[in-house]
T-cell receptor
Framework: QKEVEQDPGPLSVPEGAIVSLNCTYS??????FMWYRQYSRKGPELLMY????GNKEDGRFTAQVDKSSKYISLFIRDSQPSDSATYLC???????????FGTGTRLQVTL | DGGITQSPKYLFRKEGQNVTLSCEQN?????MYWYRQDPGQGLRLIYY???????QKGDIAEGYSVSREKKESFPLTVTSAQKNPTAFYLC???????????????FGAGTRLSVL
């Protein structure tokens, strides 16, 4: 079993929809949680990061962490075609300079 | 502009050949990383370095080598011992001075390596 599980998709939604992307994890020591967006043939770019449990909002993006369920989510409101990309979750226990990544979910926002 | 520069963008390797991928950063970050990305497998850590002249193996270091002679540079050599080198290689860097900062990694645009 992988330490971080993420549905690979693809997930196809119409423009304007609310998108929910999720990851589950097994290591209870993880405290730092990140979401990266990766366009095709490009490097990942950091979207959101959170520490421990709770919500964090930035524009159309909301990151949610539920440590009791070992479950993190990224919500995208009013999705746009430019949001079409692969979304990677990443997490760390903070003790070493190492991140554990999910496999990524490919999102397609259609007109 | 501050950032991470990887070169070349595309690279082809012949059988038995060593090739070197370049990674340079001007973010003044102490830590640098190399990842390999394969379809359906996410990012896997090859090597990382937290300080000049020191580096550690990641999860899949076999067939790869690195050096860290300068803070700005962390080149990766894919040796002939790496039997399945075709992948997308990503370099990243992070600060080391604060716990939250050290967990936020910034990535370059990647190098796509193929075998001829």
């Amino acid at each position: 079993q992988k330490e971080v599980e993420q549905d690979p998709g693809p997930l196809s939604v119409p423009e304007g929809a609310i998108v929910s992307l999720n990851c589950t994890y097994s290591n209870s020591a993880f405290q730092y949680f990140m979401w990266y967006r990766q366009y095709s043939r490009k490097g990942p770019e950091l979207l959101m990061y959170t520490y421990s449990s709770g919500n964090k909002e930035d524009g159309r993006f909301t990151a949610q962490v539920d440590k009791s369920s070992k479950y993190i989510s990224l919500f995208i409101r009013d999705s746009q075609p430019s949001d079409s990309a692969t979304y990677l979750c990443a997490m760390s226990d903070g003790t070493a300079s190492k991140l554990t990544f999910g496999t990524g979910t490919r999102l397609q926002v259609t007109l | 502009d501050g950032g991470i520069t990887q070169s070349p963008k595309y690279l082809f390797r012949k059988e038995g050949q060593n090739v070197t991928l370049s990674c340079e950063q001007n973010l003044n970050h102490d830590a640098m990383y190399w990842y390999r990305q394969d379809p359906g497998q996410g990012l896997r850590l090859i090597y990382y370095s937290q300080i000049v002249n020191d580096f550690q193996k990641g999860d899949i270091a076999e067939g790869y080598s690195v050096s860290r002679e300068k803070k700005e540079s962390f080149p990766l050599t894919v040796t002939s011992a790496q039997k399945n080198p075709t992948a997308f290689y990503l370099c990243a860097s992070s600060r080391e001075d604060r716990v939250l900062a050290k967990n936020i990694q910034y990535f370059g645009a990647g190098t796509r390596l193929s075998v001829l």
